[in-house]
Structure formats: structure tokens, C-alpha cells
């Protein structure tokens, strides 16, 4: 697999493509001969499909029926490193290699050439005529801040015809120019801008300068709580990178970070960085995909995917909030992108950092064993100090029914109103109420394709399955008994929450912040700013406002309901919980004022609960080591997870069972096998949900024996089967 090896004209050569074909297929170099690891189109039926020249072709058929490849793309060819890596990440995550390629090569039209394009932005001209679908298209340019769209991507962002924006470019609403395509991003200077940093955060730096100098694979742990300046100190990182001419990669857990975060860089480094997530328009996805090849985009800002991107020089990686669940993919091939960009990183010499205020256990696991290097922030940047936390005993307060604020946490916000600060109220639950009832028969309305309760958004005026996006209109009577005007909401959710405080405090200036209340990333990003500049007075926000938004007006924390996430039978419930809490305390009095949380609980003795009180993390996370250990789970263990999904139950039930009696290849590593079991939510888009559940010693080869265990069936083609190594859901 060398990048050196070329193939001259004739020449028999394997050829992977992204299809579904879990094998190389063999073709003849074109003219002109071509390299390893070239970009290609070749001929697969009637179709022409991209693909990459893996190595030599295999032959051992009739060289006179072999199809030539049809040409060589110019895009620069997927480098050694990729390669391996991709064949790794293929056989950690069990997964063919063909869709690991299809990962790796996620930008459309690639196969273009590059040349000049039409594209459409936002004109100066008003509409004689506002109809729906022209405002469509008017929002859609303004929502992406003025990036230029072709017009078939504009047509399916704005979901119009193509007719529709022409006649607005008629009328000069829009107006079309030509643009080459794939231009290189504007050279960024690592010393365009730097802060005096304090004696700790100087020497956190010194140590990743050096060791991003070094040219080596290692990885570090950045701990330090929200407010200890880890961004600042991995930016001197990256400007190390860029010193050293190589690229460097920020990944990040949501689209609602990188607005702030982008800006943030560009103060830093005098130039915006190449961005990569779903919010990004196609044309500017393909254009950071061919330059991350040609080395002319220096740093990447994106989500989880963007570590697939085809870099020509990788020299660092930061996974910031390293924790977060996000970065596990839970659909389609099952990867926790964290791990895998240690794996990329070792296999080309890069560096990791792992930034969080509360890692992983796993991650701080392989701190604790030395595997990772631990570098630390202890305090605050400035004047800001940790906030005060104090738990609510809601066994001693009196609150109506239907509601959910203590008279104390009401007073608490009251009074920081009053002062002109701002008060956040955490809830983790969208939607109106998390459960309907018929208060005539008791019937709960339950999701109709999958086991999951249905969920009140009442600003929509719709039940919503958080599990799988089924909606459907609040009906007027019970679906069960028929009764009318029986259906009640039970339990809290962020709009129920709203109301309340609209009620309790009619005064004040109240925004809400949940990921289905906004239409597009911009208007969220509005939203962010509008509070930052001190725009409202309460905030009310579910899991996303516990990500890295600087609110420097925000001294008053409430959660209100930290026992939400205790129960359950996930293993890293406590760990989740400790996160969380201590992620959303720490909004609090980011700047100079003290800030204080305060947790409403009915278990304020409960081990998480004091532990995130008393601030004492490192015996949070020894005792949950302990149980883990104790347990032979992951990170002490190895887990895996098997789901068989089908329409019909039997099918399902009987297969898994059959599973678990013949599991000899698992037994001879000593693996066990639990289950099968209904997966918790069992039933999904109308498929029936068995899990299997393997259980392992840390240094056993696994993946060769499930793969040896599964091989024993014959799987009914209705049946999917999903391996999901290191599952971090149990659902
Ligand atoms: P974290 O990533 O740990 O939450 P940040 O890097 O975002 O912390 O820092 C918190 C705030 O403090 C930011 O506004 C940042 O610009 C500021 N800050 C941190 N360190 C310094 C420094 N040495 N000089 C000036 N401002 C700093």
C-alpha cells in the first residue's frame, strides 16, 4: 500500500467503490496509467460509480473481459494513511470496507471538474408578489448568511422548483453570478492574535507545543472546568500545527457550537477555518473535501464525520467536550468518532487532545494507566470562580401539582432578576409534557410504530416520538376510549416549564432554548447572541444549553430535575448525570459576579448527587471505576452489543435464541452472552428489537470471534443485523 506504486495503462488494478459490493472489483488502468489510491470512474453494470484504486488487481478471470476504468478524477489521490485507517475502522467496527469509503467520501460531485458554476445569492430587489414559495427561498439565502448556493441545492433547501428562482432572478430578489468552484480557504496566521496567558495555562501549552513539534502520535487529556480557557489553550496548540505547515482538526459536539466557536477562530487565526457539518451547503462540503486533499485548508472545524476527510497532512486533533454522546454515530456504521480519532491520529503521527470538564471515564481511565497524557486547569480564567451548588430537598417544599419550581428556587431567581442578572432553568426533556393521558380509561398515547410514549409539543400542536420522529396531531378524544376532553399532560417538559415561568414571573423577559424550537442553525445562533448580549432575563433550555454558550450575565443555575437520569439501566447513568449537572452548574457566573446552582432533588444523598455538590471529582470517578472494575465492564471489560431487528417477532426471537445457545466461538475467548432480550424501546419503525449482549475481557480478539460466531446463521434476509462494539446507548 504504498502512495508511490502507479499503474500503467492496461495494467489490472483493485477497485473499491462505495456500493454495497463487499469486494474489490478488478479493471484495467486507463490510458495514461494511474496511481494507488487515485480517485476513479469505472463502469459497475449500466452505471458509472466512483471508486478508489486500492492496490493490484487480483485477476484469476478472463483478462479479455476486464472493463477499463473510465477516468482518473482530479481530485488528489487518498493518501497510504487513509487507506489503513479506513481498514482498521472497517474491522473495529465490523463494517464492510465499502461503507467505511462511503464515509470517507461524503461530498457530492466530486467527480466534477472544476471549473466555473452559476450561483445565486440573496439580490437587492423586492418580489412584486410574496408568495410561500418565493419567501421559502428568500429565508433559505438568508438563513445560510449569505453563501452562495447552485441552484439545485437552493431548490432543495427551499423545497421550490427551479422555475420558482429564476423568476426571482428575473426580478433581481436573487441574483445569479459566476463563480469558479473550489477555491483554496485564506491562509490562517498562527500568530495573528494571541492572549497573555496565565502561569498555568502557560504551561500546558509549553507541553503541547512541544509535543505537536514533535511530529509524534500521542494523546492528552485537557481537563479543566468551563471557564479555565481549554479553548484558548488548544488554539496555541493549533497555531503550533500550522507553524509546523501541517493541518490541524477541532472537532466538535454540535452545530450550535460552531458559530461562536468560528468567530472565535478567526479573532484567533485572522481568517475563518474550512467548516464541516450538515448545515453546510453541498458546494462548500465538496470544496473543504478537495482541499483538506491539496492541503489548502490548514484547520477544520466540524462535526463528528470530519474526521474522515481526506487531510494531506493531519498533524492534530482536537475532540473538545470529549464526553459528549454525540460523538458516538448510533445509525448506519456504529463508530464513536473520539476513538477513532485516536486510531487515525497513531496511524499518521498526530497528536490528540481530548478537552473536557468532566471526561470520560474511559478517557480518564486511560489517563489514570498512562495510555494518555493528563494535563490540567485548575481554575477559572479572571475573576470568575467556581459557582456555589447547593441541592433543593424537594421532599421539604410545597409545590401544587402541576408544577415544578420550589418556592425557594422561585426566590432565587426573583431575586437575581431584580438585580439585572440573568437565571437559567435546566430541564432535559422537550416538548410540552413527556406523557398523555386519558384520565376516563388511564390510556397512555404510545408511539404506533415503535414502544416509545408520545410526546406533547404544544407549540406545534402535535405528539412527537422522540425515538423515531413519528408525529401526529393531538387528537380531541382518547384514541382508546373515545372519550373527549379527557387528555391530560403529566410531567414536565421545556414549553411546560415556560408557561410556568410566564406565570410566576410575568415581568420578565423569558427565552427558551431547545433543539426542535429552532428552524435553522442562524436563527439559534441569533437566539445564543441575543441572550449573550443580555437580551432576556430567564433562560430556560434542555440538554443543548449545557454546551459551551458564554452567557456573561448568567449568575443563577436551576436544575429542575436532577433526579431525571439516575434511574434507569444504563451503566453510565451515573456518569451521564455527574456530566450533565456538573456541565450546566458550571454556565453559572462565568465572568466576575459568584454564580450559584442549585439542584432540586428528592435524593439529595444520593452518591451522584453529593458528588457533584461537594465538587470532589476524582472520588466521583475512582468509585465509579471501582463498580466498573468490579463489574468487567468497559473500560475494565469489553463490550459488545448484537441487535436483530424484523417485522415479524418470531423471526427475530427465534434466530437470537438460537444465537445464544450456539455461542462457541464467543465461549472460546471466554466471552459471555446475555439476552436475547427486548432491545428498552423494542419496537422501531415497525421492527421488532431483540438485543444480544457480549460481554469480554480486555484483551481478547472479539471481533474475530462474534465474526466467527455470526458466520454459524443463516440470516433471513427480512432479519438486519447491527453490531455495535463499545455500544454506548442501550436502547
Ligand atoms: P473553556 O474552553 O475551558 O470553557 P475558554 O477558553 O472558553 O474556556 O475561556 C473562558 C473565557 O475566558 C473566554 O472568554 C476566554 O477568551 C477567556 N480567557 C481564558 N484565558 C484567557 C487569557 N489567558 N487571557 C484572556 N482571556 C482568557
Redesign the pocket.
Given at each position: 500500500m504504498s502512495d508511490q506504486q502507479f499503474f500503467h495503462e492496461g495494467a489490472l488494478v483493485a477497485v473499491l467503490t462505495a456500493q454495497p459490493i463487499d469486494r474489490f472489483l478488478d479493471y484495467k488502468a486507463p490510458c495514461g496509467g494511474c496511481m494507488a489510491g487515485a480517485f476513479v470512474e469505472v463502469p459497475l453494470g449500466p452505471r458509472k460509480v466512483i471508486g478508489v484504486v486500492w492496490g493490484a488487481g487480483k485477476g484469476g478471470f478472463d483478462l479479455k473481459k476486464a472493463r477499463s476504468i473510465i477516468r482518473v478524477l482530479d481530485v488528489a489521490p487518498m493518501r497510504g494513511e487513509l487507506q489503513g485507517f479506513l481498514k482498521r475502522a472497517a474491522a473495529y467496527t465490523m463494517t464492510p470496507l465499502s461503507l467505511m469509503l462511503r464515509l470517507a467520501t461524503r461530498a457530492p460531485g466530486l467527480g466534477d471538474s472544476p471549473m466555473m458554476r452559476k450561483v445565486y445569492r440573496l439580490g437587492a430587489g423586492e418580489p412584486d408578489r410574496v408568495t410561500d414559495a418565493r419567501r421559502r427561498v428568500i429565508k433559505a439565502l438568508g438563513d445560510y448568511g449569505g453563501l452562495a448556493f447552485t441552484l439545485g441545492e437552493l431548490a432543495e433547501v427551499a423545497g421550490v422548483t427551479s422555475s420558482v428562482i429564476k423568476g426571482l432572478v428575473k426580478q433581481g430578489v436573487v441574483v445569479e453570478e459566476n463563480s469558479p468552484r473550489d477555491l483554496p480557504y485564506p491562509p490562517l496566521e498562527p500568530d495573528f492574535s494571541s492572549?497573555?496567558?496565565?502561569p498555568d495555562?502557560a504551561d500546558v501549552v509549553a507541553v503541547m507545543r512541544s509535543d505537536v513539534a514533535s511530529g509524534t502520535y500521542g494523546t492528552s487529556l485537557l481537563k479543566?472546568v468551563?471557564?479555565?480557557?481549554?479553548?484558548?489553550v488548544y488554539l496555541e496548540a493549533v497555531a503550533e500545527c500550522l507553524k509546523q505547515g501541517r493541518q490541524a482538526l477541532v472537532l466538535l459536539p454540535e452545530i450550535a457550537l460552531t458559530a461562536e466557536f468560528l468567530k472565535r477562530v478567526e479573532a484567533r487565526f485572522g481568517a475563518k477555518p474550512g467548516e464541516w457539518h450538515s448545515g453546510v451547503t453541498m458546494t462548500e462540503r465538496r470544496r473543504l473535501w478537495k482541499m483538506a486533499g491539496e492541503g489548502a485548508v490548514q484547520l477544520v472545524v466540524g462535526a463528528r464525520s470530519a474526521l474522515f476527510l481526506p487531510f494531506r497532512d493531519l498533524g492534530l486533533v482536537v475532540v473538545d467536550e470529549e464526553h459528549d454522546t454525540s460523538y458516538k454515530q448510533e445509525e448506519g456504521v456504529l463508530y464513536n468518532a473520539r476513538d477513532m480519532v485516536v486510531l487515525r491520529a497513531s496511524l499518521c503521527s498526530a497528536q490528540v487532545v481530548l478537552a473536557s470538564a468532566t471526561p470520560s471515564l474511559e478517557t480518564w481511565a486511560n489517563a489514570e494507566a498512562g495510555k494518555y497524557k493528563r494535563l490540567e486547569?485548575t481554575a477559572r480564567?479572571?475573576a470568575a470562580v467556581m459557582p456555589e451548588l447547593r441541592a433543593i430537598d424537594l421532599r421539604n417544599e410545597n409545590i401544587p401539582m402541576g408544577r415544578w419550581i420550589s418556592p425557594t428556587l422561585r426566590d432565587a431567581v426573583a431575586a437575581r432578576v431584580a438585580q439585572g442578572e440573568q437565571a437559567m432553568l435546566f430541564i432535559n426533556r422537550r416538548g410540552y409534557a413527556p406523557t398523555t393521558v386519558c384520565r376516563a380509561c388511564g390510556h397512555q398515547i404510545g408511539c404506533d410504530h415503535c414502544d416509545a410514549r408520545m410526546v406533547e409539543h404544544r407549540l406545534q400542536k402535535r405528539l412527537m416520538c422522540h425515538q423515531d420522529g413519528e408525529t401526529k396531531p393531538m387528537p380531541e378524544v382518547c384514541p382508546s376510549c373515545e372519550v373527549a376532553g379527557k387528555l391530560a399532560a403529566v410531567g414536565p417538559g421545556v414549553e411546560r416549564l415556560a408557561e410556568e415561568v410566564a406565570a410566576l414571573f410575568p415581568e420578565a423577559r423569558v427565552a427558551v432554548l431547545s433543539s426542535d424550537l429552532f428552524g435553522s442553525a442562524r436563527a439559534l445562533k441569533e437566539q445564543i447572541e441575543k441572550i449573550a448580549a443580555g437580551g432576556c432575563d430567564i433562560i430556560i433550555g434542555t440538554q443543548m444549553v449545557a454546551k459551551?454558550h458564554?452567557f456573561p450575565l448568567l449568575t443563577l443555575v436551576g436544575v429542575v430535575d436532577a433526579d431525571l437520569g439516575l434511574q434507569g439501566s444504563d451503566m453510565r447513568a451515573a456518569e451521564r448525570t455527574f456530566q450533565l449537572m456538573r456541565q450546566v452548574s458550571g454556565r453559572a457566573g462565568?465572568v466576575e459576579k459568584k454564580g450559584l446552582a442549585l439542584l432540586q432533588t428528592t435524593q439529595p444523598d444520593h452518591p451522584v448527587i453529593r458528588a457533584i455538590l461537594s465538587g470532589d471529582e476524582e472520588s466521583f470517578w475512582q468509585a465509579e471505576a471501582r463498580e466498573r472494575e468490579a463489574a468487567g465492564v468497559p473500560p475494565y471489560g469489553r463490550m459488545a452489543g448484537i441487535i436483530l431487528s424484523c417485522e415479524d417477532a418470531a423471526v427475530v426471537f427465534d434466530l437470537a435464541a438460537d444465537m445464544a445457545r450456539r455461542d462457541g466461538p464467543l465461549r472460546a475467548i471466554s466471552a459471555q452472552v446475555f439476552g436475547p432480550a427486548p432491545a428498552p424501546i423494542s419496537r422501531v419503525r415497525g421492527r421488532h428489537r431483540v438485543r444480544l449482549l457480549i460481554k469480554a475481557d480486555k484483551g481478547v480478539a472479539l471481533q474475530g470471534a462474534i465474526k466467527a460466531w455470526v458466520a454459524q446463521f443463516r440470516v433471513p434476509n427480512s432479519v438486519r443485523v447491527a453490531i455495535d462494539i463499545d455500544p454506548q446507548s442501550f436502547l
Open positions: 492572549v497573555d496567558l496565565t495555562q479543566g468551563t471557564g479555565s480557557g481549554k479553548t484558548e486547569l480564567y479572571g459551551g458564554n462565568r
